[in-house]
């Protein structure tokens, strides 16, 4: 069955670079989230979309934008990058319509790495 | 706002040893509940789901019951094996602004030894 894909894997940039991670969520779903998952850290919300809106906004720094294109993938843009940027950014998807108890189906990351 | 409060880790047991990773909530509302397993190098999976009070979700050997009096879903199983050696999450789903946002727990390593 077709995954949530996320690229590049791993991305290696200087601070002060900017930074865009791309994420494929499952056929037919209608909502993407991203997370940024520090070091020993858990996962933190940063923004969603639904049907190509955004819809809601974690903590997402005013240095990053997010958007969902046409054919429903996503892409988070970094900009102004700090090392404390360094973490696993996370892309998930679900289908909103079936309510609460949708799961989401989480990529494998982007391992983001300022230097 | 919600939040999920897990055990911390590493919790190292040996092989077919009786593993608990405790979880509590707090939400505003009536959440879905939800373990994650990750392991080294990959994204979250589901492990396993309880949408209402009282269910049972269970998976791979994994249980896990979802009890709204004690606010906690705590994850057991009854004899681990090396391979389930992974960081676990709990985490919850409850609607905000129209959506449904998971919120996870810091997570809690497992290592498990022959």
């Known amino acids: 069955a077709a995954g949530v894909i996320q690229s590049p894997r791993h991305l290696i940039k200087e601070k002060r670079e900017t930074a865009t991670l791309k994420c494929y969520p499952i056929p037919r779903h209608d909502t993407v989230y991203w997370y940024q998952q520090g070091p020993g850290q858990d996962p933190q919300f940063l923004i969603s979309f639904y049907e190509k809106m955004q819809s809601d906004k974690g903590s997402i720094p005013d240095r990053f934008s997010a958007q969902q294109f046409s054919d429903y993938h996503s892409e988070l843009n970094m900009s102004s990058l700090e090392l404390g940027d360094s973490a696993l950014y996370f892309c998930a998807s679900s289908f909103s319509d079936r309510g609460l108890g949708t799961e989401a189906f989480f990529g494998q990351g982007t391992r983001l790495t300022v230097v | 706002g919600d939040s999920v409060t897990q055990m911390e880790g590493p919790v190292t047991l040996s092989e077919e040893a009786f593993l608990t990773i405790n979880c509590t909530y707090t939400a505003t509302g009536y959440p879905s509940l939800f373990w994650y397993v990750q392991y080294p190098g990959e994204g979250l999976q589901l492990l396993l789901k309880a949408t209402k009070a009282d269910d049972k979700g269970s998976n791979k050997g994994f249980e896990a019951t979802y009890r709204k009096e004690t606010t906690s879903f705590h994850l057991e199983k009854g004899s681990v094996q090396v391979s389930d050696s992974a960081v676990y999450f709990c985490?919850?789903?409850?609607?905000?602004?129209?959506?449904?946002?998971?919120?996870f727990g810091r997570g809690t390593s497992l290592i498990v030894h022959p």
């Open positions: 985490a919850l789903s409850d609607q905000t602004g129209g959506s449904y946002i998971p919120t």
